[in-house]
């Protein structure tokens, strides 16, 4: 037969270790939280403007914000024969509020991809406007892109889809 203080022993002892797994997980635990209510951390539309020949393209963005940083995954959903492409993207927020990262592509095999810039400033609640600017040169008919060639531009915009 067990002794009553026993019971009272272990249940000290449980209650002493799950108190002790708290202090030892609070600054995970406090960090997931912070990132979790960061403005720019959720699953945002990605929208491309159509430049030159190419169309409209719209990706799924899944961003992290870790204080002043930011990452994430590019997802491509349209237009279709583009929804396999993928990229990752890691910058900063700048002082006055604006993200400038790099991006680059993740299954590209045998391709070099679209890789290059992101500078957005916000343009309203839960929503982010601005450019990237591709490393691709601009294809010129009939030859091989050259240094003096301009980079690609284009005007694109986060909104809010989820947090």
Same mark, same amino acid.
């Given at each position: 037969m067990l002794d009553a203080s026993y019971g009272r022993d272990l249940t000290v002892a449980v209650i002493g270790a799950i108190i002790a797994g708290l202090v030892l997980e609070a600054p995970r635990l406090k960090q997931w939280l912070a990132e979790r209510n960061a403005p720019l951390t959720g699953e945002w539309m990605e929208n491309?403007?159509?430049?030159?020949?190419?169309?409209?393209?719209?990706? *799924?963005?899944?961003?992290?914000q870790r204080g002043q940083f930011v990452d994430g995954d590019i997802q491509r959903i349209s237009p279709g024969n583009q929804t396999n492409r993928t990229y990752r993207f890691r910058g900063t927020i700048a002082a006055s509020g604006e993200i400038y990262c790099a991006f680059w592509p993740t299954n590209r095999v045998g391709e070099r991809g679209s890789?290059?810039? *992101?500078?957005?400033?916000p343009s309203g609640k839960d929503s982010w406007s601005g450019y990237y600017i591709s490393l691709l040169r601009e294809r010129v008919p009939g030859r091989?892109?050259?240094?003096?060639?301009?980079?690609?531009?284009n005007e694109m915009s986060w909104t809010l889809r989820k947090r």
């Open positions: 491309l403007a159509a430049v030159g020949d190419q169309e409209p393209r719209h990706d *799924i963005v899944t961003c992290r890789y290059g810039t *992101i500078q957005m400033a091989e892109p050259t240094p003096l060639d301009p980079f690609t531009t």
